[in-house]
């Protein structure tokens, strides 16, 4: 059972440049998310999705796309890079209901350079 | 929104000792979560212990303990009987409607 996985661990892009941050669970949660992780900033909420085809803005959304065409996968896109989206990404899922709600379960990160 | 303020940016244990790390929060909603989750340095966000607002009685998880003080909006974590796995950063967060928003944290290091 591999849980939340994100893909690539490390990234390092010049200004400008796009790419794709990609976030993959096996639970069956219809709730998955977008954190960045910041210096002194905690976690700050960039893009949600509460199921398929549905998709809603965070707290710092500016920047970046997302999609979400299937109950398992959840990309990030940056469509052109800037060196303030330097930064520690994290993908995370709830069941979202219930006694489970807010309880996230958190891939392992993906570290983006920007140059 | 919410915010979630932890007003301890560093905080230091002796092991085996008790530790209390804090946490305010600001919601306008009657119904939400609270959490503790811990970072150590292989990054990943491990929860250690959850509140729901409607419940009174404080959350216990082995050594960890909640202090949930609804009026006041704070929910501080305490850890007794340190031990030097628990260094780590501490994260407080609170969510409602889809929405968890995160403190800056609290970097816990406990000396042998």
């Known amino acids: 059972n591999a849980g939340v996985t994100q893909t690539p661990k490390f990234q390092v892009l010049k200004t400008g440049q796009s790419m794709t941050l990609q976030c993959a669970q096996d639970?069956?949660?219809?709730?998955m998310s977008w954190y960045r992780q910041d210096p002194g900033m905690g976690l700050r909420l960039i893009h949600y999705?509460?199921?398929?085809?549905?998709?809603d803005q965070g707290e710092v959304p500016n920047g970046y796309n997302v999609s979400r065409s299937t109950t398992e996968d959840f990309p990030l896109r940056l469509l052109s890079a800037a060196p303030s989206q330097t930064s520690v990404y994290f993908c995370?899922?709830?069941?979202?209901?219930?006694?489970?709600?807010?309880?996230?379960?958190f891939g392992e990160g993906s570290r983006l350079t920007v140059l | 929104a919410q915010t979630v303020t932890q007003s301890q940016p560093e905080m230091s244990v002796q092991e085996a000792e008790t530790v209390t790390l804090s946490c305010t929060y600001d919601?306008?909603?009657?119904?939400?979560?609270l959490f503790w989750y811990k970072q150590p340095p292989s990054r990943q966000m491990i929860l250690v212990i959850r509140?729901?607002?409607?419940?009174?009685q404080n959350a216990t998880e082995n050594r960890f303990s909640v202090n949930f003080q609804k009026a006041a909006k704070s929910f501080s974590l305490k850890i007794s009987d340190s031990q030097l796995g628990d260094a780590a950063m501490y994260f407080c967060?609170?969510?409602?409607?889809?929405?968890?928003?995160f403190g800056a944290g609290t970097r816990l290091t406990v000396k042998p």
């Open positions: 995370a899922t709830t069941l979202g209901t219930g006694v489970m709600a807010g309880e996230l379960f």
């Open positions: 639970m069956n949660h219809e709730y």
């Open positions: 999705s509460v199921g398929a085809g549905i998709t």
């Open positions: 919601t306008s909603e009657s119904d939400y979560y």
């Open positions: 509140q729901e607002a409607y419940k009174q």
């Open positions: 967060a609170e969510y409602n409607n889809n929405d968890m928003r």
